[in-house]
């Protein structure tokens, strides 16, 4: 079964017959072809054509990651499955506003549901979430409102900002979080949620990948250049769900400390070891499995997303009202 690989050394990598060839300081490891399904480059690695050239043709995204854990892009292999119908119909819903504006509506409405989820098992465990999760409620009942993308935006902000004043009663005040903020991270808390969000997108933009759907083109998050902006739509939905839970399952196992963090860049970065450790327990993530409630078929997280995608190609087509994904368990 193809897996993500994860270089977290400085070497090359060279194409040696039917394998991706890594060297590291002596270490070698050799690794068919048929085995990859992406691979994140979080170390210094030099690749020559021949083996770039070998990776596309075979459908293998890598995703680039600098010394501090922060995404710096992706190699995107020449798409396979170019749907000209599909892509004008994909722009035709952005271009018009009321489309484009349901298609973002229920973007937010999967990613809040999935977000009072989180909420709603850890009050049964915890409680003192109870006006969190009013406050989120109202927030909620307001997106079918919203008149525009910017307000639907700002309502979507607002149940962000109040969700994560939860994060300190989930996690036991363990990492003290006041606000987000991304560039760059300020503390610890804000390291694991920008290096989750970043696998996450990754991820998604690979299972994009796979479907007739272009990346660039998306209805919540303005399409721009120099980024994939329909995984940011996409991730919205799963980020709660994958993201928020590694992160909450980690601290409270006492699994990532603040050893796992950069002291001298004051824990505001994870070390090599704490991002080993996230990525350990977000592929376990992504490959664990639930039944599916309404296809009665058991399926890993990275299958979930795939139908995701196959589910908006069915809206923008006209065949299916699109659906966003909803946590039921």
């Not at 909620?140 to 700002?154: K, N, P, V, Y």
């Not at 690979?206 to 007739?212: D, F, G, P």
């Amino acid at each position: 079964m193809k897996r993500s690989y994860y270089i977290m050394k400085s070497g090359r990598i060279r194409r040696k017959d039917n394998t991706v060839f890594f060297e590291s300081d002596g270490d070698k490891k050799v690794i068919p072809i048929n085995d990859i399904d992406d691979m994140y480059i979080m170390g210094e690695v030099d690749f020559n054509s021949k083996a770039l050239n070998f990776l596309g043709k075979n459908k293998v995204m890598i995703h680039i990651f600098d010394y501090y854990g922060n995404y710096s892009g992706s190699f995107y292999p020449k798409e396979y499955l170019l749907s000209g119908f599909t892509i004008v119909k994909q722009v035709e819903k952005y271009l018009n506003p009321e489309p484009r504006l349901q298609i973002a509506k229920e973007f937010i409405r999967g990613a809040s549901f999935n977000i009072l989820k989180n909420l709603k098992y850890y009050q049964n465990r915890k409680g003192n979430l109870e006006q969190i999760i009013e406050f989120i409620e109202i927030e909620r009942e307001r997106i079918g409102q919203a008149r525009d993308i910017q307000h639907l935006m700002s309502i979507e902000g607002r149940i962000r900002e109040i969700y994560y004043r939860a994060f300190d009663i989930i996690t036991d005040n363990k990492f003290p979080f006041v606000q987000r903020i991304k560039h760059p991270p300020d503390n610890a808390m804000n390291a694991m949620i920008s290096f989750g969000n970043h696998l996450m997108y990754t991820a998604i933009l690979r299972e994009i990948y796979q479907t007739q759907l272009n990346p660039t083109v998306s209805y919540l998050h303005e399409p721009g250049a120099r980024r994939f902006s329909l995984a940011l739509d996409i991730s919205e939905i799963f980020k709660p769900i994958i993201v928020d839970r590694v992160i909450f399952s980690l601290i409270n196992q006492n699994i990532i400390t603040e050893e796992d963090f950069a002291e001298e860049l004051n824990y505001c970065y994870l070390n090599e070891t704490g991002r080993k450790k996230f990525i350990k327990a977000f592929d376990e993530k992504m490959t664990s499995t639930i039944q599916h409630r309404k296809l009665n078929k058991t399926m890993s997280y990275k299958t979930l997303i795939q139908i995701e995608c196959y589910k908006l190609i069915k809206h923008l087509t006209d065949i299916e009202e699109y659906e966003a994904f909803q946590a039921w368990w």
